[in-house]
Each structure stands twice: as structure tokens, then as C-alpha cells.
Nanobody, 123 residues
């Protein structure tokens, strides 16, 4: 089983930056891709960004493209989300997820989830 732990959330002003980390651990790690999702109060969980472990291919939601950057450190089994030019609408709990099969934009495509880290962007 894979355990995922997010960190780096916090309170920032609009236009600011924040870097989230997702550390993966476990006896074995066989996931194909990692992703970030977010969920704001009263809203469904939405896709933010994803990256493959092998090739480092990245994917972004249109709402964050150009502002957020996902990256990974394979040796550390850690995925990062650099968030720049933050907007109040980015406020949400951010979740790290791992897929055993493939990259996708839907939560059901992912097999492991972290507990989430709160990101609050003030205006």
C-alpha cells in the first residue's frame, strides 16, 4: 500500500506563491502517475495537475495552466506543486493522489489519496 502525505499549505495573499509537497511511502511503489486535486467547500473535487513517474509528462487544468507547475523527484518519491499568481478561487483543500494505471482528470481514476492540505488565498 502507498501512503501519501501532503504539506506546504497555508494562507497567502492574492498574487502570492506557495509550494506543496506530496511524499509517497510504502513497502512498494508501483503507481504510474501522481496528481493534485482540490476541493473547495460545497464543490466537487477537481483535477489540478498530474505527472507521470517515468517520463515526467505533465498535465494541467485550464484554470491553473501557466500559473502552476507540477514536478517530481523520483529518488525521493515526492511530487511538488508550485503555485504562482494565486487567486482567491484557488482556495481549497489540495489532495495528492496516485494512480496505478494511468493519468486522468477524474478522481475515480486514482487509487491512493493523501489527507489533504489547506490552501487559502486572501483578497
Amino acid at each position: 500500500q502507498v501512503q501519501l502525505v501532503e504539506s506546504g499549505g497555508g494562507l497567502v495573499q492574492a498574487g502570492g506563491s506557495l509550494r506543496l509537497s506530496c511524499a509517497a511511502s510504502g513497502r512498494t511503489f508501483s503507481s504510474v502517475a501522481m496528481a493534485w486535486f482540490r476541493q473547495a467547500p460545497g464543490k466537487e473535487r477537481e483535477f489540478v495537475a498530474a505527472i507521470t513517474w517515468s517520463g515526467g509528462s505533465t498535465y494541467y487544468a485550464d484554470s491553473v495552466k501557466g500559473r502552476f507547475t507540477i514536478s517530481r523527484d523520483n529518488a525521493k518519491n515526492t511530487v511538488y506543486l508550485q503555485m504562482n499568481s494565486l487567486k482567491p478561487e484557488d482556495t481549497a483543500v489540495y489532495y495528492c493522489a496516485a494512480s496505478k494505471l494511468r493519468v486522468g482528470p477524474k478522481p475515480y481514476q486514482y487509487d491512493y489519496w493523501g489527507q489533504g492540505t489547506q490552501v487559502t488565498v486572501s483578497s
